[in-house]
Structures are given as C-alpha cells and as structure tokens.
C-alpha cells in the first residue's frame, strides 16, 4: 500500500486527508499544534463542494447562514449608511460562515475511524528526498519514511520552502481578525454579511457559531499596510465593534504576479501552500474546497499520484490566478480613500447590486 503524508493541521490537511484514506492509501497526518481561529466564510462554490465532501446533516448544526449581503458606509455626520443590499434568498443560494475548529472536527470524525490513517503532533521541520523515499524529519529528530508528501501548512511551512525554495513571499497584506462572543454583537450582525467602508481600510462582519455559542467575526482589512490593530474613538463604531477585542494580525500574498511551482520530486503543495489567495473575495477556502473535490474526482479513475498532479495543474492554476487578479481589484475598490472612494460609493449607490452579481457570479462558478 502506497504511504502518504500529509504535512498540516488545517483544515485544508483535513480535507485532502478524507479523500485519501477512501483511495487506499495509507495516510499519515502530521498535524502539529494547530489553533483553529476564527470562522471560514462558504459561498455557494464552496458549499457545492463541501457537500459532496461531507454529509450536509454534519454541518447544518454548526453552520451559520447569510440571508444578505449590506455594504455600508459611515459618513461625515457619523451615521451609517447602507449603499447596497445583496439579498441571497432569492436565488436559495447557500452562503454562511462555519468556525474552523468546527470545520475541522467533522473532517476528522470522517477519517479518525480508518486503520489506515494515523496523526501525529509532531512538527515537520524537514523535508529529505532520497531516490525511493521521502524521509521527514520532525523537531525531536525522528524521521518518517514515505512515499509522497502532500503539504497543505500554509505559505510559511516547510512544504512550500522545500518546492519553491523560500516560504517567504515578496509582497504581504497585512489583515486583522477578531471575535466577540457577546450577544448583542451577534444580534446587531443580523444574519447579513456586512462591508463597512471606513476611512482608514474596510470591515466585514458576519455572524457565526463558535464553541456551540452564537458569535461574530470581525475581519479590518486597513488601506495602509503600515496600520496597527483597530482602536477607533468613533461612537458609531465603537456601537458597532465592541471595545477590547483580541485583534490577531495575519499577512497574506499580496504579490498576484507571482508564479511558483506546487510539485517537486514527490512533494505536492495544496491549499494556501500552493496558492496563496488574496482576502477581499473570500475565497481562499473556498477555492481550497473546489481543489479538493477535482482530486477527488479525479481519484475515482486513476490513482496515479504523478499524474493527478499534472492534470490538478494544468486545469486548476488558470482558475487560482483569475480569482487573485479579481480579488486584487475588488480589494483596491474596497480600500479606495478620498475622491476615489467617493466615486466609489456613487457606484455602488447606482448600481451596486448589479456590480455585485457580475463579480460573484463569475466567482462561483465553479
């Protein structure tokens, strides 16, 4: 039987692990210590994809769903004002929010049972590629033999250092994450995903379940990249977003030029490790779904690895690179500041609704 690894906690790991383990592979997954913040927006692509993955009755409990889609801006008088509403009801399109830990556990309760799986909590650190074996070796000095490797640990893993030759990337994009378990936040979310255009980047709001309590992400992504975690003096905002929030920073690919390869000598790069996806679109999970229901498509005829990767390129990369270049121009729109952003929200007063259709359409297709 042909040995996997799969490098990764995530649950892009997860994912790709409960496709595997039904191939008949054996499958080792190298999880690490992996903290699951936050919650993972899915759009109608992603919930398609999902869905073919893991049975809808395991994620109805957990997922929260969006009946719209409000953007909003504060103007001078310090009065929120809704430039467009995207209703999502009409057409029973299925777009929410699942936390990531939830995400992951049920990815986990679909494989934990298999013999052919085992976890791990070591941390790769090391990637040694013999002639017939790929050795890892993790952070206690142990090595672990296998045949191929799948890295799903993100842009700054160990994967990505080993294919392209450098986990770090050129060009990153700061952005800030929080939650708040208060009610009222939750309430105030409305079951309506929000962009609030504010002078010094934008916010998005939705509300979602974490810990089986109701609760609220709060993403800001500023304009300035030099920006530090939100503190605002705005009564509105501070009405808003509750004071005293854990703002995590993250960065993420911000260079859209920037092509690299996802296979080498038996090291096959997945998720954020392959493609780092810009945030203004929210679908680098998504995206990540979409991939993994090729590969398993792809699994039920032909269970050559090598070429599973040929065809995974060939027929996914063009789809990454489109929904990077349309995220960077959503982001530049999204962040305008001044007479641009002025400009902005006249066209999104006029005609937002129909702009918003244009975009998402062609990003959900999947």
């Not at 990153?172 to 255009?197: H, M, P």
């Not at 995974?312 to 305008?336: A, D, T, W």
């Amino acid at each position: 039987m042909k040995s996997i690894s799969i490098i990764g906690g995530g649950f892009s790991a997860w994912l790709i692990a409960t496709i595997f383990i039904k191939k008949n592979f054996s499958v080792n997954v190298f999880e690490g210590e992996n903290q699951h913040f936050g919650s993972q927006q899915i759009s109608p692509n992603g919930w398609e994809a999902l869905t073919q993955i893991v049975d809808i009755e395991d994620i109805k409990p957990v997922f929260e769903a969006f009946n719209a889609i409000h953007i909003k801006k504060i103007n001078s008088q310090e009065i929120l004002e809704l430039l467009s509403n995207y209703d999502l009801t009409n057409n029973n399109e299925v777009y929410g929010s699942i936390s990531r830990e939830n995400l992951v556990n049920i990815l986990k309760q679909k494989v934990l049972s298999n013999k052919n799986i085992k976890i791990h909590t070591s941390l790769i650190n090391h990637i040694i590629n013999n002639d017939n074996k790929i050795e890892l070796l993790d952070t206690k000095k142990k090595i672990f033999e296998t045949d191929f490797v799948i890295g799903a640990d993100g842009t700054e893993g160990v994967s990505r250092k080993f294919v392209v030759g450098s986990n770090k990337q050129t060009s990153l994009k700061k952005i800030f994450r929080a939650v708040s378990l208060d009610t009222s936040s939750y309430n105030l979310a409305q079951k309506t995903l929000q962009i609030l255009l504010h002078s010094q980047g934008y916010f998005v709001i939705y509300p979602t379940i974490i810990k089986n309590k109701k609760a609220t992400n709060y993403i800001f992504v500023p304009s300035d990249n030099n920006f530090s975690p939100p503190i605002f003096d705005s009564k509105l905002l501070n009405y808003l977003i509750p004071n005293g929030l854990n703002w995590k920073t993250s960065l993420v690919g911000n260079n859209t030029n920037e092509i690299t390869s996802i296979f080498k000598k038996n090291v096959f790069l997945f998720g954020e490790a392959a493609f780092p996806t810009l945030p203004h679109l929210a679908q680098g999970g998504n995206q990540i779904m979409e991939d993994a229901v090729f590969l398993n498509n792809f699994l039920k005829n032909n269970n050559n690895l090598n070429e599973m990767v040929e065809f995974f390129i060939q027929n996914r990369s063009k789809k990454r690179e489109i929904i990077n270049q349309k995220s960077k121009l959503v982001g530049k729109v999204l962040s305008s500041q001044k007479i641009t952003g002025y400009f902005r929200n006249l066209a999104i007063q006029s005609k937002g609704k129909k702009l918003i259709e244009d975009i998402l359409s062609q990003v959900w297709a999947s």
